[in-house]
């Protein structure tokens, strides 16, 4: 039994699980299951080698059909990094983060491949978008993982799509390409901390789907987080809507926070730059 890996999985979870801890391949496993968003960087800068390497890792994530649907900007003038800081006020961590990236879905390069061998594209559709969608997430997170094994923090800003008009015409995105998320990346100068999740139990389900025993679980799982790290009156999201509730866990929080439409525009701008949807 691996000790540590255990106490991260205790931690993960807020309860001693039964996951076998006694897996080979501990460090990689250790570092995933202690991955947390970090929001505070040190002003160490990121070397250039390492940053090359660790996009070669974001490159390596698996990808629909290979036909890699994503691109990376990395944002590397101060200008402009301090003018989508500028436009996302609430997240100070964007104009401290030494290195920043904005991960793009992209069925641009395919409809380019298909012209210049002459041939037809016909997906321009909703399956693609989620594909690129999901080529560009999963070259995130491989980035991410790999960030954080070397001993970087990143924190995911999908805030670039708030004011996704003018994020796009700064980083000049043609037709067929939209942010999907932009990524923080530095050496943390803390801790952070590491946020407890669901159990496995509510969120793998053996042979069908299974959502009975939710309400439960969630009464539960409010506790244990609870127990770790309680929200103040202050942080209650929409408390001049919904008032400050003593029984304040995770879900009301996840509730509270569904009662807001969010990038509303979103699909217009897809439509409005290429993207046909139907
Ligand atoms: C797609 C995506 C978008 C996110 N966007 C933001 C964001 O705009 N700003 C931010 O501070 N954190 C953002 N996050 C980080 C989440 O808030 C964070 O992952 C979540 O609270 C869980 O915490 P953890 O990553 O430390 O486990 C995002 C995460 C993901 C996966």
Request: contains cysteine; hydrophobic residues 40%; glycine residues 6%.
């Amino acid at each position: 039994m691996n000790k540590e890996l255990a106490e991260l999985l205790r931690l993960r979870f807020g309860y001693t699980t039964d996951i076998d801890a006694d897996i080979p391949v501990e460090a990689l496993l250790m570092s995933v299951l202690s991955r947390r968003s970090q929001r505070r960087y040190s002003a160490q800068p990121v070397p250039e080698s390492l940053l090359a390497m660790l996009l070669a890792c974001a490159q390596s994530a698996s990808s629909k059909s290979d036909l890699q649907q994503y691109s990376i900007i990395r944002i590397k003038d101060a200008e402009k990094l301090n003018t989508i800081a500028q436009l996302i006020p609430d997240m100070p961590w964007i104009t401290l983060t030494p290195v920043f990236l904005v991960f793009c879905g992209d069925i641009r390069r395919g409809q380019q491949i298909s012209r210049l061998r002459g041939y037809a594209n016909v997906n321009n559709t909703l399956d693609s978008f989620m594909n690129s969608a999901v080529d560009a997430a999963l070259a995130m997170q491989t980035f991410i993982l790999a960030a954080e094994a070397c001993g970087l923090g990143c924190c995911p800003i999908s805030a670039v799509r708030v004011r996704i008009g003018e994020v796009a015409a700064l980083l000049e995105l043609p037709d067929g390409v939209f942010p999907m998320c932009g990524l923080c990346v530095g050496y943390p100068a803390s801790v952070g901390h590491l946020t407890m999740r669901l159990p496995p139990r509510v969120i793998v389900h053996t042979d069908r789907y299974d959502d009975s025993a939710l309400e439960a679980e969630l009464a539960d799982y409010d506790a244990r987080r609870e127990n770790c790290y309680a929200t103040t009156p202050e942080r209650q999201l929409y408390r001049e809507r919904f008032g400050v509730s003593g029984q304040y866990g995770w879900s009301e929080h996840a509730a509270r926070r569904l009662t807001a439409r969010e990038r509303e525009q979103f699909k217009s701008y897809l439509e409005d730059h290429g993207f046909d949807l139907d």
